[in-house]
């Protein structure tokens, strides 16, 4: 009876141990590189409007977490807490991909003209109304 108690002991230990190590690994797991990753998919505004709008969970499956290049037309360029904001935007649609800028980009946004066409990177995050994209990059 001792001997079972003793390894149902050391299986719960090492059950918690496993599930500790598991646990710091994904929380310490580093961010995607955006600049040096390869876009996943290469899309227009439009069309990932359109996929996210007709259907939503396949699109999720297609977009969410990868690391997306989309072209577009600007929108509008606005700045929160320091870190820049460009919004794409098809021609008659009201929802639009909104791009969270890499605080290293602020400079190229400086550039920028509302109406102008350009390819932005970055990781998807999914479709509140508009898409989402994150540490954005601007692609030349």
């Known amino acids: 009876m001792k001997r079972i108690i003793n390894i149902a002991g050391i299986v719960v230990v090492a059950g918690v141990l496993i599930t500790l190590f598991i646990f710091?690994?994904?929380?310490?797991?580093?961010h995607t590189d955006v600049h040096s990753s390869r876009p996943i998919h290469q899309v227009t505004g439009k069309s990932i409007v359109d996929e996210f709008k007709n259907n939503e969970d396949k699109a999720n499956d297609t977009y969410l977490d990868k690391v997306v290049e989309v072209e577009g037309t600007v929108k509008n360029i606005?700045?929160?807490?320091?870190?820049?904001?460009?919004?794409?935007?098809?021609?008659?649609?009201?929802?639009?991909?909104?791009?969270?800028?890499?605080?290293?980009?602020?400079?190229?946004?400086?550039?920028l003209k509302k109406g102008q066409k350009i390819k932005i990177k970055g990781i998807c995050t999914g479709f509140l109304m508009d898409v989402i994209l994150i540490r954005g990059i601007i692609v030349k």
């Open 78 to 111: 606005d700045t929160a807490n320091g870190n820049g904001i460009i919004t794409l935007g098809p021609d008659g649609y009201m929802e639009s991909i909104i791009c969270n800028m890499e605080p290293t980009e602020n400079r190229k946004m400086l550039s």
């Open 24 to 30: 710091v690994r994904l929380y310490n797991k580093p």
